[in-house]
């Protein structure tokens, strides 16, 4: 029996004025949103608060769950106002950033820096980049809190645009107040991930865990990598993070644009050999803030992303601001099921067999990939309290898809992001022992995911409720009648 591709690279999608209708919100859902992405740039408490309230009764009538994530603001560096809103700099031309003057003031000769260390951070002959690299300066000397420079490349600089480093090197904590503020605010929210913006060092994400859990929030931490420094501290910070987001913006400005496909690979290879969970980001589907469809430079980006192994792509502006988000999301989830269809992403992926497991649960989540992929297996079924077999399941590139049955909505809402893993409500204390495969097979056939006849691969714990306590794993024919008490083997 063939059954319909069922797409396992997830998706994230940014809310914003363009979804706050909740018709728009439902059908951004129903498109394929895995997980919906708050910018704690744009919005006060209150507005997020109502956002929330709205994504969870939403996702409640659609009778799904949503993971939400709410990514920080950090310290982003730019340069401040122009008196006539801005400036056209020419090539050759002195220009001054000044951290020290009129905010409102700025001319064709000189802009005030909203970052007071920019002058103990630069030295003559250093690179920086306004607007994305769109305007670049070289600097010549520093005085008192002046920054004097020649422009390398010219051209329209407006207020506020984004100021770079190229090979990083700007001091800014990763933490600012307000990401404080905002982090005791996704913990009182409920929020199932936290991003965190530029982040430079594995002490970052340590600092970010510790004031969440803190405020007694349990979200999980992404590190988006998007500093230069950060590419080198990268194996501590995967380590130190659940989530690794590729933010390919500021990256690109930083690290420079012919080294960031490179760099793309790479960040995805080394975090799903540690066990953690990618995001690939930033520009995706970036004309379809105006028009209807891609193009074609955008599908290829995208399946070159998927057929990489990225857990998740990300929409920003597309559904954000954009005037097609829900198209955007759906175009994004057609063109996931096209890239997963090619051999390149069928293609096995090391399977691990050099590794040496620390836990129970990972040896079992391992094995259970190794005997599914060489048994005929349908479907996976991991009987989970937290979902982290199915994440450690999920690091091996398979079609076999695999399902979280759990009880606790945190969890649920987690594993949306992990790669070809679905969540079901399950209630297993509630059940005999000898039932838990039937009932479990009522759930996925009623999907369609299930026919008499499969078999099914199990894995659980002896001890219910417990974390960290798989020690089990079972394959399981599908009875012809569900009725009827499966043998079990």
């Known amino acids: 029996m063939k059954r319909p591709h069922r797409r396992r690279t997830k998706i994230v999608a940014t809310l914003g004025p363009a979804t706050d209708d909740a018709d728009v919100l439902e059908a951004l859902i129903d498109a394929g949103a895995d997980v919906l992405r708050i910018n704690f740039s744009h919005g006060s408490d209150d507005e997020q608060r109502e956002r929330v309230r709205i994504v969870r009764e939403t996702a409640k009538r659609v009778g799904t769950n949503v993971a939400i994530m709410g990514d920080l603001q950090g310290p982003k560096i730019r340069i401040e106002s122009f008196a006539a809103g801005s400036a056209i700099l020419e090539q050759g031309q002195d220009f001054v950033l000044d951290t020290d003057m009129d905010p409102s003031g700025g001319d064709a000769t000189a802009v005030g820096v909203a970052y007071d260390k920019l002058v103990e951070d630069v ?30 490349e010219g051209g329209k ?19 600012t107040d307000k990401d404080r503020s905002d982090i005791r605010l996704a913990a009182e929210l409920g929020f199932d991930f936290v991003s965190v913006s530029f982040a430079r060092k594995a002490k970052d994400i340590r600092e970010a865990r510790q004031l969440l859990r803190a405020a007694d929030g349990h979200a999980h931490i992404v590190a988006k990598i998007e500093r230069a420094e950060a590419v080198k501290n990268i194996n501590k910070i995967i380590a130190a993070s659940d989530v690794i987001m590729v933010a390919r913006g500021d990256l690109a400005v930083e690290v420079g644009y012919a080294a960031l496909t490179g760099l793309q690979k790479g960040l995805i290879r080394r975090t799903r050999m540690r066990n953690k969970v990618s995001i690939t980001a930033t520009q995706m589907l970036e004309s379809m803030i105006h028009h209807a469809s891609p193009t074609r430079a955008e599908v290829s980006d995208v399946a070159n992303a998927v057929m990489d192994g990225t857990d998740a792509v990300m929409l920003s502006a597309e559904t954000a601001v954009g005037n097609y988000p829900v198209q955007a999301v759906r175009t994004m989830s057609e063109l996931c099921v096209g890239a997963e269809k090619h051999e390149t992403f069928r293609r096995a992926t090391n399977q691990r067999l050099d590794d040496v497991f620390e836990h129970v649960d990972e040896a079992i989540a391992m094995a259970a990939m190794y005997v599914a992929n060489h048994f005929r297996v349908t479907a996976i079924i991991a009987l989970t ?15 076999i898809p695999i399902f979280a049955f759990t009880r606790h909505e945190s969890t649920r809402n987690r594993v949306r992001i992990y790669r070809g893993v679905y969540a079901a409500p399950f209630e ?27 078999l099914v691969l199990f894995t659980t714990g002896d001890m219910r409720g417990v974390e960290g306590r798989t020690n089990t794993l079972q394959i399981i024919e599908v009875p012809a009648d569900l009725g009827v008490k499966s043998d079990g083997g």
């Open 157 to 175: 600089l407006g207020d506020n645009k984004g100021l770079n480093k190229s090979g990083g090197g700007l001091s800014a904590p990763a933490l």
């Open 123 to 152: 030295g003559s002959g250093d690179a920086l980049l306004l607007d994305d690299g769109q305007i670049v300066l070289e600097v010549r000397e520093t005085e008192g809190s002046r920054v004097h420079c020649s422009v390398l």
């Open 428 to 454: 297993l204390a509630q059940m005999q022992a000898d039932t838990v495969h039937l009932e479990a097979f009522r759930v996925l056939q009623a999907q369609g995911a299930i026919a008499a006849g499969d």
């Open 385 to 399: 309290e937290s979902g982290t077999t199915t994440l450690w399941a999920s690091r091996v590139r398979s079609d």
